[in-house]
């Protein structure tokens, strides 16, 4: 079953397919010339109002990058919203590697095996704002849980 969308384009409406059964609340079209310089903006912002820096190793290249996320700690776990599907590189990078680094908050964590949640249970524990925000503005279907295998403090 694939899900169907719309997005606008020059005032009209056109009708798009996500496939397999994966729902994407943004087109991946809207990102791909502003992913670089976004990326870099966001990464400045992170330790800040949820925003972290989440470090993964590439499944084909074996480099490290580091993508911005808003991320959650929840106990012994990190709650990270898949706004762009489990289409998104890092999800599959983290997926093929199962495990990850992110810099949140004054924390650098170590980061085990993902697991994908639905959002309205991954989003149970967050702040109200970000939970709204998460379901109901970025229509975000799913979350990926990470649990949290290591904790230090970052220095500086």
């Given at each position: 079953?694939?899900?169907?969308?719309?997005?606008?384009?020059?005032?009209?409406?056109?009708?798009h397919?996500?496939?397999?059964q994966?729902?994407?609340?943004?087109?991946?079209?809207?990102?791909?010339?502003?992913?670089?310089?976004?990326?870099?903006?966001?990464?400045?912002?992170a330790?800040?109002?949820?925003?972290?820096?989440?470090?993964?190793?590439?499944?084909?290249?074996?480099?490290?990058?580091?993508?911005?996320?808003?991320?959650?700690?929840?106990?012994?776990?990190?709650?990270?919203?898949?706004?762009?599907?489990?289409?998104s590189?890092?999800?599959?990078?983290?997926?093929?590697?199962?495990?990850?680094?992110?810099?949140?908050?004054?924390?650098?964590?170590?980061?085990?095996?993902?697991?994908?949640?639905?959002?309205?249970?991954?989003?149970?524990?967050?702040?109200?704002?970000?939970?709204?925000?998460?379901?109901?503005?970025?229509?975000?279907?799913?979350?990926?849980?990470?649990?949290?295998?290591?904790?230090?403090?970052?220095?500086?």
């Amino acid at each position: 079953m694939e899900h169907q969308g719309s997005t606008v384009r020059g005032g009209n409406i056109r009708r798009h397919f996500v496939s397999r059964q994966v729902f994407m609340p943004f087109p991946r079209t809207l990102t791909k010339g502003l992913r670089g310089p976004m990326n870099r903006m966001m990464l400045r912002l992170a330790g800040h109002a949820a925003f972290a820096d989440l470090e993964h190793i590439g499944r084909r290249s074996g480099q490290v990058y580091h993508t911005p996320v808003r991320a959650f700690r929840v106990r012994d776990t990190v709650v990270i919203g898949l706004n762009f599907g489990r289409r998104s590189d890092w999800f599959k990078n983290v997926t093929k590697a199962g495990s990850a680094r992110v810099r949140l908050g004054r924390e650098c964590l170590d980061l085990g095996v993902p697991r994908v949640v639905p959002a309205e249970i991954g989003t149970r524990e967050i702040p109200r704002l970000f939970r709204y925000g998460l379901r109901y503005v970025a229509r975000t279907k799913e979350c990926v849980v990470l649990p949290i295998t290591m904790s230090r403090p970052l220095s500086g």
